[in-house]
């Protein structure tokens, strides 16, 4: 497969931040901020982008660009006949098993982005609401259908290579993703009753907070930030020298806590002004905020915007999410493009029917007390995104020699300020506050 790359600044920072932004930070990042503290779980989740994240997205790009290979033939060429390669493997099994539920969840989008355009579609009362959902998402051949198209659509993109493809997809849709939250806000901002819904998501409440809140705020900042299983790595191989690597990867990385602080600006105002418990879990913006759009003014324009919303920010992810099987497939088996795409989106839409299917007729809890699709992301966020970072923090701060890091990042910066303070987080930190946070989070401690 010939290589690709991006042909501009905007570009790369379209793409990357298309990557990090998604379901990750409007679904998953606001009803684990509900059910875990508000304030005092986005304080942690900060704390773990700024000194965990950040590093590890510094030392995908570092070892991507450097290498400009796919996960596993990265590190195949710096470390041959090495156990490192691994790391790259158990980012193509975390790939499978993210992008195979996010197509189902991708799918709940487009479905109701269809669903909230009909006006009747806000008159129904919260438990119809909730009734909707289940009924939806238990029924064995619909959420299959719109998993289907979610699908389609991000197969036609990475088809299309990273110009003409990710790149340029990314940068007609990251604005308009931009725009439309920026949108709600204003609406949720005006509604009475905002204050508390402010409050709750800017003043700590800390009696909430334990190890598990820990846990799940470390584990939600490497599923936002798409960290751990090479996805940055793999932008980052498309990535061209005259760009300096740790101001992109803080750009990416600050347009990704922005969303998640302007999607919960839009939701939790107009969550609290109607009186809704802001607890609701996974089903907070699929059954909560349908009841909220129903009250509030504009609901009959904001409610579709926000699953449009919703929708774009699933696509920019998932195309990145292929795009790791895709490089893996074209460069290690030297597929082609074509083929190694719709080899690829074949088979995590078939992983992806199963778990569909798992919400309905074929629901039990054979997994480790879970159905087969809250497994595939309780798996890979609890664990392949965090071991995966734990190695390739590992590999950068203590394996890749120095000089060649330090030079990585030198390269498209204007000086070497900061190189230190990431490769001393890298080396130190980083390391051990995944062991710590992974070693409670499987219950061995605390
Ligand atoms: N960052 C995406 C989100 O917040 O929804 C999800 C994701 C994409 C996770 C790519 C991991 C990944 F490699």
Known sequence: ????????????LAA???????????????????????????????????????????AEFTIGRNTQKNPIGAFKSLVPKSAWPLTGWLGIIAAFSVLSFYGVVGGWTLYYLVRSVSQSFLQFSPDQYATIFTNYIENPLIPILTQLIFMGLTFAIVVRGIQSGIEKYSKLLMPLLFLIVILIDVVALTMPGAGEGLAFIFK????????????????????????????????????????????????????????????????????FSFNIDPTSGPGLVFITLPAVFGKMPFGQIVGPAFFLLLAIAALTSA?????????????????????????????????????????????????????????????????????????????????MKPEWSNQELLIGAKNAR?????????????????????????????
């Open 204 to 271: 700590p409440d800390w009696s909430k907070v334990d190890m598990k809140v820990i846990v799940m705020a470390v584990g939600q900042a490497f599923f936002s930030l798409s960290l751990g299983m090479g996805t940055m790595l793999t932008y980052a191989s498309y990535i061209g020298k005259q760009q300096d690597l740790k101001k992109t990867a803080l750009q990416v990385t600050v347009a990704d806590t922005l969303v998640a602080v302007l999607a919960g600006v839009a939701i939790f105002p107009a969550v």
């Open 319 to 399: 195309i990145s999410i292929l795009e790791v099987l895709v490089a893996y497939f074209g460069e290690e088996l030297k597929w082609g493009r074509k083929k190694a795409t719709i080899i690829s989106t074949v088979l995590l839409t078939l992983i992806g029917m199963i778990a569909s299917l798992s919400n309905g007729i074929w629901n039990n809890d054979a997994f480790f007390g879970m159905n087969f699709m809250d497994f595939l992301g309780a798996f890979s966020s609890n664990y392949c995104l965090p071991i995966g970072g734990f190695f390739i923090a590992i590999f950068v701060g203590w394996r």
């Open 418 to 446: 900061g190189n230190k303070l990431v490769l001393w987080l890298l080396r130190t930190l980083v390391p051990a506050a995944i062991i710590v946070v992974f070693l409670s989070g499987i219950g061995v401690i605390g």
């Open 1 to 12: 497969m010939k290589r690709d790359s991006f042909s501009s600044r905007m570009g790369v």
């Open 16 to 58: 990357a931040a298309g990557s990090a932004i998604g379901l990750g930070n409007i679904w998953r990042f606001t009803y684990l901020m509900g059910d875990n503290g508000g304030a005092a779980f986005f304080l942690i989740y900060l704390a773990s982008v700024i000194l965990i994240g950040l590093p590890i997205m510094i």
